[in-house]
Nanobody, 121 residues
Framework: QVQLVASGGGLVQAGGSLDLSCAAS????????WGWYRQALGQQRELVAQ???????SYQDSVKGRFTIARDDVQNIAYLHMNNLEPEDTAVYYC???????????????WGQGTQVTVAS
C-alpha cells in the first residue's frame, strides 16, 4: 500500500509565500508523475502543476511564474513553492503521485489528503 501525506498549508497575506510538500511512503518502486491540484470552495478541482520523472514541468496559466514544482526521488517527496500568492489561490491543495509498486507492473495514481491554503487580501 502507498500513502501520500501533504503538509505546509496555512494562512498568508497576499504577496506572501508558502511551500507545500507531499511525502509518499509504502511499497514504492518508483514515482512517475507528481501533480498538485487545488479545489476552491464551490469550484471544481483543477490541476495546478505537474512534474514528470524526466523533470518536465507544466503549470496552469494562472500560476506560471509564481509557483514552482520540484521533486526528490530519493525521499519520494514533491514540493510546490508558491510565491506572490493572491486571494484567488485560496483553496485546498492536493498532491498526486503515479506510483509503480514493488513487484507490480504498471502504475496507479494516489492522492494525498489535502492541505488548506488561505491567502488574505
Amino acid at each position: 500500500q502507498v500513502q501520500l501525506v501533504a503538509s505546509g498549508g496555512g494562512l498568508v497575506q497576499a504577496g506572501g509565500s508558502l511551500d507545500l510538500s507531499c511525502a509518499a511512503s509504502g511499497s514504492i518502486l518508483r514515482v512517475y508523475t507528481w501533480g498538485w491540484y487545488r479545489q476552491a470552495l464551490g469550484q471544481q478541482r483543477e490541476l495546478v502543476a505537474q512534474i514528470t520523472r524526466g523533470l518536465v514541468e507544466s503549470y496552469q496559466d494562472s500560476v506560471k511564474g509564481r509557483f514552482t514544482i520540484a521533486r526528490d526521488d530519493v525521499q519520494n517527496i514533491a514540493y510546490l513553492h508558491m510565491n506572490n500568492l493572491e486571494p484567488e489561490d485560496t483553496a485546498v491543495y492536493y498532491c498526486t503521485a503515479d506510483v509503480q509498486q514493488i513487484d507490480r507492473e504498471g502504475y496507479r495514481t494516489y492522492w494525498g489528503q489535502g492541505t488548506q491554503v488561505t491567502v488574505a487580501s
